[in-house]
């Protein structure tokens, strides 16, 4: 198998054959090539929970009678519908790494589980034109993809579990968004079955195609409501030859905004990354003493944060020493200018990996802390911390215990490169939510719209964010929307309850 040819992989990824990449790992009941997971009697109770909740434990379905495990688009296509001519509600799910609740069932929906799709089926090593079935892992792609020379399009933090079908379907966004851009442009073509089991073909391999609408738009994003997507088309970026990471320190989000400005003007196209950490998220992952992980501008100090902020640079180029001087003469103009306060290159990828640790595990530390307020939203960058310290302020003046040990904590870090903040507000997991903390996390939203922002950068708008759909787009264009949905699912059995806020 070449690298200057075209390559497919039929039968499955588990035999690695890309010079050692990881195999793409199946369900575990896949092996058993069982079609329907259902409970026979009391000893398998806990057999749907993978499905039926989500890793946060926020969203859990009530009732769900059936996990559907199709390994094919037939299959898919059957089973759909047998499902609409039948009345039967379906949530397609990809690996149930949401936020917002939008695979999880409502009520007494079927769970359709695209994991035992998970072949790729052709690799253009010239093109770099990928194509592979929903159900295939994130990270296992990536690895698949590096003997080659090619990297995914898309990084994210739940990389080793969540599928390119769920990502496309929610239009995933990511740590490489500011360098690769959205999956409206990575994605070629997709294969899509209707609720009444129709099979769109629409998998393209051309960067080209003017002949009609392009249809496969409507589908990403759109969050399993308007059908399933089964297979792919991905135009994937070359792997990059040099890739250098620095963490910096700053005083002031003013001083965050100077060096957002500055860095794009000083790494220009080589560019690649370019996130917020703020204080407290920083002390909460140093803070777990069994990850072994030290923030490297803090010294001796622990957990505790000498800078109110850091930033990490990233960039992606294709000349080691030359990236490297622009990334050292960005530090040196900063510090002279009085920018940052301190900052450090990476100087080999074991550093750099410890420092994107810093920032691509607090989400799970905040876990680890209570139960967690999640925000996305995007916001300008004039008003992007604005957001956590109003926050922090409106709970501390309610009379909120904030802080460690057994306090409520505020963090924010985020994707600076795209305006995208991650709010998260952690309560104690053993007792229900202040009613401060409700009153204050329920104006979280509307503070977002009123300052011209978006509720949902990129994690979509599922169960959780459907109430904001008709406050945040006109009349007119979620009419659009309806229109769409009646068209291709007019009985509403795909993924009720979820996008839409009327329809629960």
């Not at 960067?207 to 297979?231: H, M, P, S, Y």
């Not at 916001?379 to 310290?389: D, I, M, N, Q, T």
């Not at 952690?426 to 409700?438: K, M, N």
Request: hydrophobic share 40%.
């Amino acid at each position: 198998m070449g690298n200057d040819q075209a390559s497919t992989m039929k039968p499955s990824c588990d035999a690695s054959s890309a010079g050692g990449a990881s195999a793409i790992p199946r369900s575990p009941s896949s092996a058993a090539g069982k079609l329907l997971l259902a409970p026979s009697g009391p000893d398998d109770e806990n057999l749907l929970v993978p499905y039926t909740q989500d890793w946060t434990h926020k969203w859990k379905a009530p009732q769900c009678p059936a996990v559907l495990q199709p390994r094919t688009t037939g299959q898919v296509a059957g089973l759909l519908r047998h499902c609409y001519e039948r009345d039967l509600h379906v949530v397609p799910q990809g690996g149930n790494t949401g936020l917002v609740g939008g695979g999880i069932p409502l009520a007494n929906e079927v769970i359709l589980s695209l994991a035992n799709m998970n072949q790729i089926i052709s690799f253009d090593a010239a093109s770099g034109i990928l194509v592979c079935e929903a159900g295939c892992v994130l990270e296992e792609l990536d690895a698949w993809l590096r003997p080659y020379g090619y990297i995914m399009p898309l990084d994210l933090g739940a990389k080793g579990s969540c599928q390119i079908g769920g990502n496309v379907s929610t239009n995933a966004g990511g740590l490489r968004f500011l360098r690769y851009g959205s999956l409206h442009g990575s994605v070629l073509g997709l294969e899509v079955v209707l609720a009444d089991g129709r099979v769109l073909d629409m998998l393209s391999t051309l960067r080209k195609d003017n002949t009609g609408l392009d249809l496969k738009q409507i589908f990403i994003g759109a969050e399993g409501t308007l059908g399933v997507i089964t297979k792919v088309s991905l135009q994937v970026p070359p792997a990059p030859a040099a890739v250098q990471v620095a963490l910096v320190g700053l005083e002031s989000f003013e001083k965050v905004r100077e060096m957002v400005m500055l860095s794009k003007r000083k790494l220009g196209e080589i560019l690649s990354a370019m996130e917020l950490v703020d204080a407290a998220a920083m002390d909460v992952v140093v803070g777990k003493a069994a990850w072994g992980l030290r923030n490297p501008l803090a010294g001796g100090s622990g957990a505790n944060s000498p800078f109110p902020f850091y930033m990490l640079l990233e960039t992606s180029g294709s000349g080691e020493a030359h990236d490297r001087e622009k990334m050292e003469e960005l530090l040196e103009t900063a510090l002279d200018g009085g920018v940052v306060g301190d900052g450090t290159v990476a100087q080999d990828l074991a550093q750099a990996q410890e420092i994107w640790k810093l920032r691509e595990l607090i989400p799970v530390a905040m876990e680890e802390e209570g139960r967690v307020h999640k925000f996305d939203v995007s916001l300008p960058l004039s008003a992007f911390y604005a957001l956590v310290e109003r926050t922090r302020e409106a709970l501390e003046e309610g009379g909120v215990v904030m802080g460690e040990g057994g306090g409520v904590r505020v963090v924010g870090y985020g994707h600076l490169g795209d305006s995208n903040l991650h709010l998260n507000v952690s309560v104690p997991r053993e007792a229900p939510d202040p009613p401060e903390v409700s009153r204050v996390v329920s104006r979280v939203l509307p503070w977002v719209m009123e300052h011209k922002g978006s509720v949902s950068a990129e994690h979509g708008l599922g169960q959780l964010k459907k109430a904001y759909l008709p406050q945040t787009k006109s009349k007119e264009v979620v009419g659009v929307m309806r229109g769409m949905k009646k068209m291709l699912d007019p009985k509403g059995i795909l993924n009720p309850g979820k996008f839409f806020p009327d329809d629960a």
